[in-house]
């Protein structure tokens, strides 16, 4: 069983700036392979949106509303993951939640609230 640990967010004014951070472990102890790992943000009433992804070959991907404001970055081999979020806008609040992908399995953090004021 993977689980994830979140860390960042809070509350933060428009134009500025956050930092996400999310490690997988694995409960039991036993190795396991991490194939991607990504943020996806939902906010009341609206289904869980992708925001960014990074895969275990080093590709990224980001959701249209967040391209050239935020970065993921990481590890896969480690299990960790970043996400540096700028200039944000009062539309990325929400909560954020991590997500690994473990032998075609999916796997989701608590998730942590980030809300910008305008």
């Known amino acids: 069983q993977v689980q994830l640990v979140e860390s960042g967010g809070g509350l933060v004014q428009a134009g500025g700036s956050l930092r996400l951070s999310c490690a997988a472990s694995e409960a039991s102890g036993s190795p396991f392979t991490v194939n991607a790992m990504g943020w996806y943000r939902q906010t009341p009433g609206k289904r869980r949106d992708v925001v960014a992804v990074?895969?275990?070959?080093?590709?990224?991907h980001y959701g249209d509303s967040v391209k050239n404001r935020f970065t993921i970055s990481g590890n896969i081999g480690e299990n960790t993951i970043n996400l540096q979020m700028n200039n944000l806008k009062p539309e990325d609040t929400g909560v954020y939640y991590c997500?690994?992908?473990?032998?075609?399995?999916?796997?989701w953090g608590q998730g942590t609230q980030v809300t910008v004021s305008s």
């Open positions: 990074l895969t275990s070959g080093g590709g990224a």
């Open positions: 997500n690994a992908i473990e032998r075609g399995n999916d796997y």
